[in-house]
């Protein structure tokens, strides 16, 4: 039996108490008991446990928003999936980039991301809306900041560990205790207030006693003074509940603070004096691939297999891509670079497949093109280039014009063979769309972007800089390679250290026409840390150590948002 309050109460259910006498005077004393009848049981107050776990019943999420794409998904669903499933730092990969919302939301909450989709509509809403996106800045618990938020929420000193700003460490979180009966039971805090108050509270009890002429104990003492009272009753009266009242209120702190804490994961502290952009992307290409269907007897269909090719029984791709190159001719970054051919006839050759004549800049001479077509579905090599220069040079040809819709690593290298200049025109995949596709040759279907002039210099520490001049242009009018300056360049980026597969951003540098950091600072409508943009805002690279593969990669891209990358042995 145990007795409380001048009664006495046995176990619940014929059992035995949860915990032992001791500890249950402690529970008492913080006011936890709850009596029915001759039971006792425990007090759960709502702000003991103030939220509550999501489970798999998810309502009141929002479902009506702004869309920019048809199947675009809300936001905050994939909020909830990101935060459930992963940390900081993580990589959340979406197969279906629609309008880039998980993307978009994994930017925001610290997660690296790689989204894919077959649209290029897609893929430009999703870009825009990532690169103008702007959001909060959460302290991150690997940094001076978050030590000193930490230190503030918890009372305790600021740690002296170092700093990284890793955010794998995570974000300061906001909390909330989860009060339990145990964490009550195990605070012997209490005990300490309970008797600091009892000094103070015992002979104010004795006192109103003596006024009234009553034996009244502890719990049997009236809220409200009767009005019959006399004075010295009232205020004595007032006196312990004040002190009762202030005794509480410290117990439940120390219950407050000696709780365990739950973590909110969607609530991270917020450095209002900053605002956060999208850090560094890029938008890669795979090869063009065919897309082969199933039949009923589970037989694949190749339609461009079949005869017609995919576009009439009169056309190939190849004097399709022929039609379009002799309405829209090859444009350069540079406008008066362009090559407007006035003949474009076949060829027959093995890889040349055509002969396109064009006069120079005085009209007066007249230059001979080879024209070299890759696969509809497939990537130009350098061994593909260097097949058809050499038959251009014994053809007499002055210049190879490859057009392809994509260019492996190793070809990017290859620009010359003996004295037969290598432009690599990058096909629109507008062109996939054959006969749909109005030939009006008004658009850039066959771009050269030229290749990028880059120093690579000594640094101190054994480490190297990249500097990059400009684009190596070809002037159709002379026929020679010149180097356009760095003004033509939007923006460049390094792969330090090039594992000839893929092309990772190491580094990224804005050098942008006109004044960059002015729109820059239009475009976020706020203040720029000015010697952090200078930083970026540059031609020279910071200093880095020598790649373990021995190559680094450039990718140049310029104001029309035509790209070009380069790989370079070290």
């Known amino acids: 039996m145990f007795d409380w309050q001048g009664e006495s109460y046995p176990p619940p259910n014929k059992g035995s108490w949860v915990t032992n006498r001791e500890k249950l005077i402690r529970i008492g004393r913080a006011q936890r008991f709850l009596k029915e009848g001759k039971s006792l049981g425990y007090r759960l107050n709502v702000n003991d446990w103030p939220f509550r776990k999501i489970t798999n019943l998810w309502v009141g999420l929002s479902v009506s928003y702004q869309k920019t794409y048809v199947v675009q998904t809300s936001e905050e669903i994939i909020q909830r999936c990101i935060l459930m499933t992963t940390d900081p730092g993580d990589l959340v990969l979406d197969p279906t980039c629609g309008s880039g919302t998980t993307a978009y939301v994994a930017e925001q909450w610290g997660r690296r991301w790689i989204t894919i989709d077959t649209s290029r509509v897609a893929l430009a809403l999703a870009r825009a809306r990532i690169m103008g996106a702007r959001y909060a800045y959460y302290l991150l618990a690997d940094s001076r900041e978050g030590q000193l938020k930490e230190a503030e929420i918890n009372g305790f ?130 090869s063009p ?53 006035i003949s474009l006839t076949p060829w027959p050759g093995d890889l040349v497949c055509a002969e396109g004549r064009y006069l120079d800049a005085d009209g007066a001479a007249e230059r001979r093109a080879a024209i070299f077509i890759g696969p509809e579905f497939g990537t130009v090599s350098k061994i593909d280039l260097v097949g058809a220069a050499r038959e251009a040079g014994d053809a007499g040809f002055d210049v190879l014009v490859a057009c392809a819709f994509n260019y492996d690593a190793h070809s990017s290298e290859f620009n010359k063979l003996g004295k037969i200049p290598i432009l690599k025109a990058r096909m629109n995949a507008d062109l996939h769309m054959a006969g749909d596709l109005k030939n009006t040759g008004k658009g850039n279907l066959f771009v050269i972007f030229g290749e990028p002039d880059i120093d690579i210099l000594d640094a101190p520490n054994g480490q190297i800089q990249v500097r990059v001049n400009g684009v190596d242009v070809f002037h159709p009018n002379t026929g020679e390679v010149r180097s356009d300056g760095a003004e033509g360049i939007a923006c460049w980026f390094i792969d330090t250290d090039y594992n000839m597969e893929s092309f990772f951003v190491r580094q990224a540098y804005f050098l942008g026409a006109n004044d960059p950091y002015k729109a820059l600072k239009t475009t976020l409508k706020s203040e720029i840390n000015e010697q952090a943009w200078s930083t970026l805002n540059s031609s020279i690279s910071r200093p880095f150590a020598k790649p373990d593969t021995g190559r680094i990669a450039v990718k140049v891209i310029n104001h029309l948002g035509d790209e070009v990358m380069k790989v370079y042995r070290v």
Not at 243 to 266: C, F, N, P
Not at 296 to 303: G, K, P, R, V
């Open 157 to 286: 000193a600021p740690s002296s560990q170092p700093v990284r700003g890793d955010i794998r460490h995570g974000f300061v979180y906001e909390r909330v205790p989860h009060i339990t009966l145990k964490s009550i039971a195990n605070n012997s805090e209490i005990d300490v207030i309970w008797e600091k108050h009892q000094q103070l509270l015992e002979p104010l009890r004795e006192k109103l006693n003596k006024v009234l002429g009553k034996q009244w104990l502890e719990w049997e003492i009236p809220r409200e003074a009767l009005k019959n009272w006399p004075e010295e009753a009232h205020s004595l009266d007032a006196a312990w509940w004040e002190e009762r009242i202030a005794r509480q209120k410290e117990v439940d702190a120390s219950i407050a603070a000696k709780a365990e804490y739950e973590y909110l994961y969607d609530k991270p502290y917020i450095d209002k004096k900053k605002v956060r952009v999208a850090g560094p992307f890029t938008v890669e290409s795979l």
């Open 289 to 341: 691939h065919r897309v082969l269907g199933v039949d009923e007897n589970d037989n694949l269909i190749d339609s461009l297999g079949e005869s017609g090719s995919g576009y009439d029984d009169q056309q190939s791709f190849a004097s399709m891509i022929l039609d379009n190159l002799r309405t829209s001719g090859v444009q350069q970054a540079r406008k008066s670079d362009k090559i407007d051919f």
